[in-house]
């Protein structure tokens, strides 16, 4: 029994198939989705929430018909609930039992809301998938938001929500905005670009303590809104499966096993070494070496320096690999214009943040995976 389950149904699960079907022509293919649509360009969601436009073509991977050629069997809307390893079965959400040859674990991850009172409320949204994006499109209209967290993706989603007609209140808990992905210096040059833009705060350093129907409750003041969404990072998640090895995500090694034989992970559900990475390449790589494993083939997977970029509130930014001062290297800033390199003790490049003009991201990004 050979067939291949795929659970999930993002660009890992994509390209577990597509991968999966050039290495064995023959084998039995089914991807069992959580959602209601094909596999879509996740990252597009974003752009997707300012208005309420026909939702173009492009956003899907692929069409049906792609996946008919090439015998690719999706079932949207039933998910993977349960694995029984021992048995190779797998239960899913309409009630079924199926069995699997080879099954590979691309559940993604699902957005998280801090832990305060009111966080499941009504008002409160997040932003992660097309049920989420066609609520917001239902739901919010012109009117006053909070965005909770100032991170890449909070920024995106303030940016398309000033674009719907709303005026927007941006909360970030830490004391400047991408602590992670910016050095000081460019942290400032991205708040000051940001705090010009119209209908638009930026509170920095707030502690979040409650959500009420009409404001965001902080340490040291009340922010009025609407609605609140949550931008607050994401967790893995997986189907239930005694003995699975899970630490931040499922545990794979470079073929993407997992700690059970014939149980494959890809995407952001997936460990590699320390890091579950939840970014579009990274999981579309992982997916391409889960699929050729579990049809049989040999590939490896090599992590890549991930990149942050940003195009949004009249902000471009681009960064990628190690901030650290102590670090040699090269620093200008022209107007709103700012580039940064790190470099290594033996001259190669450790890291690179660009602002303004990332004409250069492109060559970086290679520089620093070479
Ligand atoms: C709004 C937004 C913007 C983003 N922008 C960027 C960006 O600019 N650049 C970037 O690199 N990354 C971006 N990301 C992150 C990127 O989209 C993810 O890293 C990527 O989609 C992960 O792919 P995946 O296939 O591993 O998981 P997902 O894309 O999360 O797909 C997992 C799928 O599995 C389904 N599923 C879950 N549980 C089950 C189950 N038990 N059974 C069956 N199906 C299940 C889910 O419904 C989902 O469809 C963005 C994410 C969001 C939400």
Redesign the pocket.
């Known amino acids: 029994m050979n067939d291949i389950i795929i659970?999930?149904?993002?660009?890992?699960?994509?390209e577990c198939a597509c991968a999966a079907r050039k290495q064995n022509p023959d084998v039995k293919i089914t991807i069992?989705?959580?959602?209601e649509v094909l596999?879509y360009?996740?990252?597009?969601?974003?752009a997707l929430?300012a208005s309420d436009g026909e939702i173009p073509g492009t956003f899907f991977i692929k069409s049906k018909e792609f996946y008919d050629d090439d015998s690719i069997d999706v079932k949207c809307s039933?998910?993977?609930?349960k694995i029984n390893p021992a048995a190779h079965t797998v239960e899913l959400?309409d009630g079924q039992v199926v069995s699997y040859g080879k099954l590979i674990i691309?559940?993604?991850?699902?957005?998280r809301r801090i832990p305060v009172p009111g966080a499941d409320g009504e008002n409160c949204f997040v932003?992660?998938?097309?049920r989420d994006l066609m609520l917001i499109r239902r739901r919010v209209k012109a009117g006053r938001c909070a965005v909770i967290g100032g991170g890449?993706?909070g920024l995106?989603?303030a940016d398309s929500l000033l674009k719907r007609g709303c005026s927007v209140t941006i909360i970030e808990g830490a004391d400047r905005l991408l602590p992670r992905n910016l050095d000081v210096v460019g942290s400032g040059i991205i708040k000051n670009k940001i705090s010009k833009c119209g209908n638009l705060e930026l509170l920095v350093g707030k502690k979040v303590r409650e959500i009420t129907q009409s404001s965001v409750v902080l340490d040291d003041g009340t922010v009025p809104c609407d609605t609140v969404f949550f931008s607050t990072g994401?967790t893995p998640?997986?189907?239930e499966c005694d003995g699975l090895a899970v630490d931040c995500g499922i545990v794979v090694d470079q073929n993407m096993k997992s700690s059970i034989e014939d149980i494959y992970a890809?995407?952001?559900?997936?460990q590699f070494g320390q890091c579950v990475?939840?970014?579009?390449?990274?999981?579309?790589a992982?997916?391409k070496i889960a699929g050729v494993c579990a049809a049989g083939g040999a590939a490896e997977y090599v992590a890549d320096t991930p990149a942050a970029?940003l195009n949004a509130l009249g902000v471009k930014l681009f960064s990628a690999g190690v901030f650290d001062d102590s670090l040699a290297g090269e620093s200008a800033q022209n107007g709103e214009n700012y580039r940064r390199i790190f470099l290594k003790k033996d001259g190669s490049l450790a890291g690179a943040i660009l602002i303004g003009d990332v004409s250069e991201a492109v060559k970086l990004l290679k520089q620093l995976n070479s």
């Not at 360009?41 to 974003?46: D, E, I, K, V, Y």
């Open positions: 659970a999930g149904g993002g660009v890992a699960a994509f069992y989705s959580g959602e596999p360009r996740r990252p597009a969601l974003s929430a039933v998910r993977v609930e959400s691309a559940t993604g991850s699902a957005a932003l992660r998938d097309y890449l993706l995106e989603l994401v998640v997986y189907p890809a995407g952001d559900c997936a990475c939840g970014l579009y390449t990274t999981a579309s992982m997916g970029r």
